[in-house]
Nanobody, 121 residues
Framework: QVQLVESGGGLVQAGGSLSLSCAASGRIYTIGTMGWYRQVPGKQRELVAHIFSDGNTDYADSVKGRFAISRDNAKKTAYLQMNSLRPEDTAVYYC???????????????WGQGTQVTVSS
């Protein structure tokens, strides 16, 4: 069984920082693209940032210059460093992994359970 487990959410004041982690567990061989998405009640889930297997990244315009995505392939973990947080960043943040190869077979579009990030004004 392959799973993604997020950690690091919480409550922070506007202007503060938080760091999220997403660890993939199970007998995994490779992971393709990893990404962070976020969702607020009543709205669609939106992309925050992607990091591709070659290390290239892309970001939503709303977080460019404030958030940084990274990954450690050896640890099968992705990270999201969030700086200069704003109240509008409040959401449940979800980790996503695409094209995961494992002992159990391939996984596509794998999601974590989500972690709450709340930014107070």
């Amino acid at each position: 069984q392959v799973q993604l487990v997020e950690s690091g959410g919480g409550l922070v004041q506007a202007g503060g920082s938080l760091s999220l982690s997403c660890a993939a567990s199970g007998r995994i061989y490779t992971i393709g693209t990893m990404g962070w998405y976020r969702q607020v009640p009543g709205k669609q889930r939106e992309l925050v940032a992607h990091i591709f297997s070659d290390g290239n990244t892309d970001y939503a315009d709303s977080v460019k210059g404030r958030f940084a995505i990274s990954r450690d392939n050896a640890k099968k973990t992705a990270y999201l460093q969030m700086n200069s947080l704003r109240p509008e960043d409040t959401a449940v943040y979800y980790c996503n992994a695409d094209r995961v190869t494992s002992q159990y077979g391939p996984y596509y579009d794998l999601w974590g359970q989500g972690t709450q990030v709340t930014v107070s004004s």
